[in-house]
């Protein structure tokens, strides 16, 4: 995994529950709420997805880690 995404990921674990900004690659921008946490695995081994969920005006949005420029509070 690369320093940015790691970066990213560590940056949603933190955010996780509160309203925030994210801007996309292709330059847009949705807030909403974040839901994103590590997994615990098999032998207590911890994995970050590599996806988050948003949740926008109620509509739950998949967003690919890779595809974020920023995330923010909101």
Known sequence: MNDYVHAVK??????????????LSGGKTLVGTLAYAVVTGAGGLQRY????????STKAQTI???RIDAIGQG
């Open 49 to 56: 997805p590599d996806v988050l969920t948003l949740t926008v």
């Open 64 to 66: 690919r880690i890779d």
């Open 10 to 23: 560590s940056r949603a674990v933190e955010l996780h529950g509160t309203t925030v900004s994210v801007e």
